[in-house]
């Protein structure tokens, strides 16, 4: 092998009204699509270091009605991958290094999950519904980026396959704790 195996994430930040399939093209999270190679479609940066890159991120939209002594507030959550922004380099990946990426991705859904659940478990007024939901935006896009860094760097960019299938089986399992 000897080749450098190791992947950088980069988010891609969902804005409030965000329309993702009108910027860019994308790839909505489901438990019964898996990546393949073929999703990586970006271009391979001159003099790229790293294996292969996972462009994700959460988008969400709300809604509010009624008055604004009894608001109710709705939302709508999404995990997306986005093809032309993701690559990988042929010679130096493997399924192995699929995988790892594929686990970036399902981080994001687990994340997207983990928004919602804040969104919808929060109070709001008339007055503060949107200060109220970018900061819980930002704030779960700041677990999530910190949550990523310390995925690669336990699984050591995948290249530690003990801790990658640990991680792997700690994710599933989050996935299922957050359904």
């Given amino acids: 092998m000897g ?19 009108q910027d860019y093209e994308t790839i909505l999270w489901n438990s019964d699509r898996r990546l393949s ?15 292969a890159i996972t462009a994700s991120g959460i988008t969400y939209r709300f809604s509010t009605s009624g008055t ?24 130096v990946c493997d399924e192995v290094i699929l995988s790892h990426e594929q686990l970036h991705f ?3 859904e687990l994340y997207a999950r983990k928004l919602q659940m804040r969104l919808r478990n929060e109070s709001y007024s008339y007055n503060n ?11 779960i896009n700041n677990e999530l980026n910190d949550f990523q860094n310390q995925y690669d760097n336990e699984t050591n960019f995948s290249r530690d396959r003990e801790q ?16």
């Fill in 37 to 51: 190679w073929d999703d990586f479609r970006g271009e391979i940066p001159l003099n790229a270091r790293a294996a």
């Fill in 3 to 21: 080749a450098i195996k190791y992947s950088i994430i980069l988010f891609l930040i969902g804005l409030m009204g965000f329309q993702p399939s």
């Fill in 129 to 139: 519904v949107k200060a109220k939901v970018k900061t819980i935006y930002r704030d």
């Fill in 106 to 108: 399902d981080i994001s």
């Fill in 68 to 91: 604004k002594e009894n608001m109710q507030v709705k939302f709508k959550v999404d995990a997306f991958f986005y093809p032309t922004k993701s690559w990988y380099q042929p010679e």
């Fill in 164 to 179: 990658q299938q640990e991680w792997i089986l700690r994710i599933e399992k989050a996935l299922l704790e957050h359904e």
